[in-house]
DNA sequence: GATGAATGAGCGTTCATTCAT
DNA sequence: TATGAATGAACGCTCATTCAT
């Protein structure tokens, strides 16, 4: 019972990303969400509260399988700049296999309504400050210069999401790791040529 | 009588810049933007044809004023180096006196309607693109290493939009000089410690 | 204008009071409303806020007529059983020229939602205060037996409110003049044969 | 079973009228009336057929235990008078006893569905008619005065129902054997003083 | 042109009822 | 028999758009 609920809960969680990620938020229908996932309207309101709640649980469920991909990294000790290569290569994996899912998820700064917008300003903090942290040890490390690590950590943010708009809008894909391995030589060495 | 037609034809516009900034566009309601220009609901109806077209005229509106500071640097003919140090200056810039109208503007991809969204995407493509000819004038005169210039494009087009977000959010402002001497930084040398 | 205004807000009361009074509160359809007074469904959110709003205002607008006619007698000098009597002949005057408005406001103790209850308990206690009042001048005068005022009121407005039940229910009419000289002879003497 | 049956019938009975008195008729859920039982939400479809007719059931039930403590009376043999007396005790007494149950039940006049409200209607005429029977009897004994007996059926009727309608709304309580007697003391002599 | 009262399509949400287990 | 997950009809309310003045 408890499995088959959870189930359930997951069916509606695809449908919504699926229906959130090609309408966006507002042009959503809740009714359409249902249908997706083969079921009656009233059944998406037994498992989330507002349509609102179910855009939330969704993009936190993206987000966690997400973070879960990234979880490998946390806990090997390999350097800082092989760290940020793996997360890129995952990152960018993770997006062709879930580029549907990470429509919604992964663009930056949807312009949404006040209230999403902060909420998902928040989410995405969250992975910031992560990166932040991630730089402050290549530093510490003596991998890295000593640059600003907040300002760092939001322009390889930036620069990881704009990498995958044209993926997400015209259905192109990339091949991770040779992207990968061309941002972070951008990223370690600049464009100087010298 | 045109000249009054253009001044209430602008007088909108910065209305809506105001009230989509605010609101987004979704929950930015007409009837507010005419209050905030101060006219009638029914007027603005008389200058656009609908609300989307309001929100896109304003839209490119703004992006105009944006690429007029900028198309002093097409002018002139510094190096590359220099002229994107400027870019980014008169970027950083921009966004510090327009932060209202900025938030709906420069946020890149924006999760609005599938209409919305393909549209403000060509937007974004036409700047990724100026971005690109830089980038590639920039290896051809050997200021710059051999890399994929489209990449470097859309890499830097997203850490100059991940730098301002946290200024739109939660409306830090930057100091464009400094900012922009750090990203350059990064930029032409990379964050290797050697 | 505002006297336009004051028309169609009048009109809507109106329909409502007809729909409300046929349907009940719950059973009634704002569309409903709206067809009754030939205007379209938004038009109602124009000048009230909410269905609930407007169940009020209306109760409230059609109070505020009775009131205004047994307004007369607060005024005059009578005795206090003439002054009930004549409350008496207009209440059930009243009722019959207003029975469809009537069968929702005059009938008590609606049993609806808790929040619709006690707002329509204190109209309603409202009325029964004002007869207290009368009772007690009348034990003051010593046209009356000292007998606990408040009971008496209470007492008198079930009576009234009991005596046009079957007019509202099966469109009976009741001749006011008669039944309040009856009421008058009860309430006055009593029933005990002596 | 079919005593087990009868168990669970009641059970639910007694939810309904916890629940219905607490709400009203349309707020009260189906499924707050099943949690009240302690039991499934789909098992009062097993006994009754729908919220309306739980309802009704649920009223003739209690208006059954009503009757059934009043039925004493028409038994006894005392004079109507006496009767009148004993009646209201048992009413007002009743009413302190089922206070919760008797908001659904002994108000007049619930302005309701259409449906819900001739049904009550016709309810409230059954209680009527006895009493109107009572007064005939005691005007055929030469205890009263020769009154139209309808009329004094729905006068005392009415006055029965407001006496209460305090008790209800505000959980005051009265003292029957005291209330009866002063009901009784105006019906039978009236409030002038002479 | 300018207005804002009027409109009604559209949608989120509720909840009585059903039915497979 | 008992259950509660599933359902979808129903409805209050919003707001972009229209149009008479």
Redesign the interface.
């Known amino acids: 019972m408890v499995e088959e609920k959870r189930d359930k809960r997951e069916l509606i969680l695809e449908a919504a990303a699926v229906v959130?990620a090609?309408?966006?938020?507002?042009?959503a229908k809740v009714e359409e969400i249902a249908i997706q996932a083969g079921i009656g309207k009233g059944t998406v309101y037994e498992y989330f509260s507002s349509k609102l709640e179910l855009f939330q649980e969704m993009f936190k469920s993206i987000l966690g399988k997400y973070f879960a991909e990234l979880r490998s990294l946390q806990d090997q000790r390999g350097s800082v700049?092989e760290r940020l290569r793996q997360l890129l290569e995952i990152h960018l994996d993770f997006i062709n296999r879930n580029s549907d899912f990470a429509?919604?998820t992964f663009?930056?700064?949807?312009?949404?309504?006040?209230e999403?917008?902060?909420w998902m300003?928040r989410q995405?903090q969250e992975k910031v400050e992560r990166l932040r942290e991630l730089?402050q040890e290549?530093i510490a490390r003596?991998?890295?210069?000593p640059?600003?690590p907040g300002?760092?950590a939001?322009?390889?943010?930036?620069?990881?999401?704009?990498?995958i708009?044209?993926v997400?809008?015209e259905g192109k894909t990339v091949e991770p790791h040779k992207?990968a391995d061309?941002?972070m030589?951008?990223?370690?060495?600049?464009?100087?040529?010298d």
């Open positions: 959130f090609q309408r966006g938020y507002h042009q700049t429509r919604v663009v930056d700064g949807a312009v949404m309504d006040e999403l917008s902060w300003y995405r730089f290549g003596h991998e890295f210069r640059i600003d300002l760092l939001e322009m390889f943010t930036g620069a990881m999401a704009a990498i708009i044209p997400l809008m992207i061309q941002v030589d951008i990223l370690l060495h600049g464009v100087r040529l």
